[in-house]
């Protein structure tokens, strides 16, 4: 055999490796490509949802000044009403009495508007998140949905974790839970099967392929006397 037939069973012979390995060297980058893409999708939503979390939370500890002035106002006209004897001072105390307790029950009703609202659109973002991770990619599905699971919000952290103090009072303060930056984190897991992902002549070369997770989180962290959002350390495994 002549030195150029050598060469061409040496390509001949080589060919299937080469032609494997570029076929691995495309699937590696879809799949990086697919899970850049979602893994940036989920720390911006994250981020908004944290960053509307620390304006609802900041809005809600700024109104502990005028809940405590109202708690104060509110036992000084009480006092007065228990002590005015004279049946015109008795009504004008309690009419003022009155009027305190109405300006307390409505600072009670944006205290709960706010608690509501932040955790209502948390929701919303968070449900919008998910059904963008499930179709995302449309173009590389083949059957069902790319993802096969999307794991829940841990924690409780779609919920503003803030206590009132004093509870039974018409006007509390509220505060933050204990270790609130930790209970507030709100964390995503995604999974997906590559066999759903890659086309079906790069699957041929593949084998047998493991199911590929990514994940992102985000929390509250107070800086110069107010909470902030930030991102939390990310995994792919």
């Given at each position: ?18 032609l ?41 500890l ?32 309690i ?28 929701r ?18 083949m ?19 803030v ?11 509220y ?20 066999h ?31 909470w ?10």
């Open positions: 055999m002549t030195e150029k037939g050598f060469g061409v069973v040496g390509l001949l012979i080589l060919l299937p490796m080469l494997a390995g570029l076929m691995t060297l495309v699937g590696a980058c879809t799949l990086v490509a697919y899970y850049a893409e979602s893994h940036h999708l989920c720390r911006k939503t994250l981020l908004e949802i944290q960053i509307k979390m620390a304006d609802k939370v900041n809005e809600l700024s109104l502990n000044p005028k809940a405590e002035r109202l708690r104060k106002e509110e036992k000084t006209a009480r006092r007065a009403v228990q002590v005015a004897f004279l049946p015109p001072l008795k009504a004008a105390a009419a003022y009495w009155l009027s305190v307790i109405a300006r307390q029950t409505q600072l009670r009703s944006r205290q709960f508007k706010i608690i509501e609202n932040s955790q209502r659109e948390a919303q973002i968070l449900h919008q998140l998910k059904r963008e991770l499930q179709t995302k990619h449309s173009w590389l599905q059957g069902e949905g790319v993802f096969r699971e999307i794991a829940h919000v841990r924690s409780g952290s779609i919920k503003l974790l206590y009132p103090t004093p509870v039974s009072s018409l006007s509390p303060n505060n933050t839970a204990p270790l609130f930056s930790k209970l507030q984190s709100l964390d995503v897991q995604w999974s997906w099967d590559i759903k992902i890659l086309p079906r002549w790069i699957l041929g070369h593949v084998g047998e392929a493991p199911k590929f997770q990514g994940q992102c989180s985000s929390t509250l962290v107070q800086r110069k006397g107010k902030v959002a930030t991102l939390g350390k990310d995994k792919f495994f």
